[in-house]
């Protein structure tokens, strides 16, 4: 079997067949072609024919430059879960915001896809030795998929590269130098390296198996969105109003953005193309710095600062203007950067209220989205999916501060060891800390509102899901705060707050109240004077609420 694939030069137009080892255009030289298939004929039969295809990237055979349908060097890459992220979604108050969990990759970042791809058609190539430059996660992703194919890999790494990640690349016999100096000056090593030797180099956005192994994401997302929601109405699967990702070259949205127009093509999604979300980290946003000021090319940031090694590539070169270019032209979509500062607090966030525990460079995208929604430009009924691009690794230092855990010594002698056991774990017992009472019909938000106070602080919580169980339980548990919801069926929330006054026993707890509702200026004068605080839903995170209970429990 050959691949029927054309390999189209985007500054002449020459038309090429694929061959790995042709890495630029016999006809002018650039770099930059493009992969194209035949979408008519491969739309006709993938819909059938998927029913009977694996779980990974490779469900998607077709449309990849390999000629074998699961390469020997597979490990299972791609096909990820796709959350809802439910409790985010209603912290923001946009109810669609789904997680598509890359860390669940074979070495915990979507980096596996770029690895996988590329590797098996090197092999396929006849390929036995290559050279790249890597923030971390490139280099252990094509370490793992180059010792499966025998292939000898040369990662060249900034000294900035965190410790744990050089020795797990080294782990798989990679051939690590480590560069002290920037990302693009490391890469400029690597890049003289490998002409001098005539040794392979993979150069991300310009290698066509990089850019291919990324359109999986969007034909998984497409599919597995469908699942969970139906068909768009116009085609059989749907797409999402936005993709969310965090960047650095930029080679994620380039090939996820043509995964979703090849998906049109085929007619399986949607003519319209998801918007794309791209995020930066402020300390090295060059990309951000064009699009503000409306230029077609990147300055390069030379001295990054930031402490998310991962994205710091300071040279974006033609991958920005590219991505501006399909913006513009055709998916739409916005360029943005969040501080350090924002990305940990939102790393802190996502493993406390959904469970997922993510590395910086991956909550960039989701303290990206969190700024968005704020603004206004993601719109609270849009369908959003966040790339989470990869796993907890290491973690960093200032994300928990120093007081994160607990220590109980057992280490002292004692008659009898367990009742020391005892005593240390008594000062955890909960009679001594604040007591809240939690009032809200729906369960969802109550379970909200709990998980945020006792993720972050020590709380005894009671609640009521109606009025009249509201003012029973507290009059008997006599709380030091209420967190009142004010639509509530039958005793809505401001005949609960009436109850509370007009009896001398609770007249005094103080009552915050947490709603949904468009307060109409006579509603907002009734609870004036008789509330404390009011917080809209939707519109706070988890640290704004324990931050206001904490003040007023003081
Ligand atoms: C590589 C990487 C990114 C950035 O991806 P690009 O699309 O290549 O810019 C983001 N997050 C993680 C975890 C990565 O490894
Ligand atoms: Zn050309």
Same mark, same amino acid.
């Given at each position: 079997?050959? @691949? ?26 650039? !770099? ?42 597979? =490990? ?30 074979? #070495? ?21 030795? =290559? ?29 900035? +590269?965190?410790?744990?990640?050089? $020795?797990?690349?080294? @782990? ?6 480590? +560069? ?15 002409? !001098? ?40 699967? $749907? ?62 940031? #030379? ?11 300071? #040279? ?7 991505? $501006? ?40 995208? +989701?303290?990206?989205?969190?700024? =968005? ?18 796993? #907890? &690794? ?27 056991? =005892?005593?240390? @774990? ?27 106070? !006792? ?9 009521? !899901? ?11 548990? &006599?709380?030091?705060?209420? @967190? ?6 039958? &005793? ?56 206001? +209970? $904490?003040?007023?429990?003081?």
């Amino acid at each position: 079997m050959t @691949l029927n694939i054309t390999i189209k030069c985007i500054d002449c137009g020459h038309e090429a067949k694929f061959d790995i080892n042709e890495t630029a255009c016999p006809n002018c030289g650039s !770099q930059w072609r493009e992969a194209l298939y035949d979408y008519p004929k491969i739309g006709n039969t993938l819909l059938n024919d998927l029913d009977n295809r694996t779980d990974s990237l490779w469900r998607y055979h077709e449309l990849l430059p390999v000629e074998n349908p699961i390469p020997d060097v597979s =490990l299972g890459e791609g096909a990820t879960p796709l959350y809802r992220a439910a409790s985010l979604g209603m912290m923001l108050g946009c109810p669609n915001i789904y997680i598509k969990d890359e860390r669940q990759s074979p #070495t915990s970042s979507f980096k596996d896809r770029q690895a996988a791809v590329t590797v098996a058609a090197l092999k396929e190539g006849g390929i036995k030795e =290559l050279v790249l430059a890597s923030t971390g996660n490139v280099a252990i992703a094509y370490s793992a998929y180059a010792a499966r194919a025998g292939i000898k890999l040369w990662a060249f790494l900034t000294s900035r +590269v965190p410790s744990e990640k050089m $020795r797990e690349v080294a @782990l798989y016999g990679t051939q690590v130098i480590k +560069v002290t100096g920037s990302y693009d000056q490391t890469k400029k090593v690597a890049a003289d390296f490998a002409s !001098q030797r005539n040794i392979f180099h993979d150069l991300g956005a310009k290698n066509i198996p990089c850019i291919e192994s990324m359109k999986t994401i969007a034909f998984e997302i497409s599919e597995q969105l469908t699942n969970r929601l139906g068909a768009s109405g116009e085609t059989p699967w $749907r797409s999402p109003d936005w993709y969310f990702q965090s960047v650095s070259g930029g080679m994620g949205p380039l090939g996820v953005i043509k995964g979703f127009r090849e998906l049109a093509q085929m007619g399986l999604a949607p003519a319209k193309l998801p918007k794309l979300g791209i995020i930066q980290a402020a300390g090295c946003a060059p990309m951000v710095h064009a699009w503000k000021q409306n230029a077609e090319t990147a300055e390069p940031v #030379t001295n990054p600062r930031t402490m998310i090694e991962t994205l710091a590539t300071g #040279t974006p070169g033609r991958t920005y203007t590219r991505l $501006r270019q399909e913006m513009l032209e055709s998916s739409g979509g916005i360029f943005e950067s969040v501080t350090d500062e924002e990305t940990f607090r939102t790393m802190h966030l996502l493993a406390k209220m959904e469970g997922i525990s993510v590395e910086p460079a991956a909550a960039v995208a +989701v303290a990206g989205l969190i700024k =968005l929604v704020r603004n206004g430009i993601v719109k609270p009924e849009e369908t959003v999916v966040i790339n989470c691009t990869g796993h #907890t &690794m290491p973690i960093e230092p200032v994300v928990l501060g120093d007081s994160w855990g607990r220590s109980v010594d057992l280490s002292v002698e004692e008659e009898r060891p367990e009742e020391g056991l =005892l005593a240390a @774990l008594n000062h955890i017992s909960c009679d001594r800390y604040p007591r809240v009472a939690i009032v809200d019909d729906n369960a969802d938000a109550r379970r909200l509102i709990r998980r945020i106070l !006792q993720s972050q602080g020590e709380y005894t919580i009671f609640e009521a !899901q109606d009025g009249k169980e509201a003012i029973k339980l507290i009059s008997t548990e &006599m709380p030091d705060l209420v @967190l009142l919801d004010l639509m509530m069926p039958e &005793m809505d929330g401001f005949a609960v707050m009436d109850a509370l006054h007009n009896d001398k026993q609770t007249a005094d707890i103080p009552i915050v109240v947490v709603t949904a509702k468009e307060l109409t200026a006579a509603e907002k004068k009734r609870l004036n004077g008789h509330i404390q605080l009011l917080l809209q839903k939707g519109n706070f995170l988890s640290d704004d609420l324990e931050n206001e +209970v $904490r003040s007023l429990l003081k």
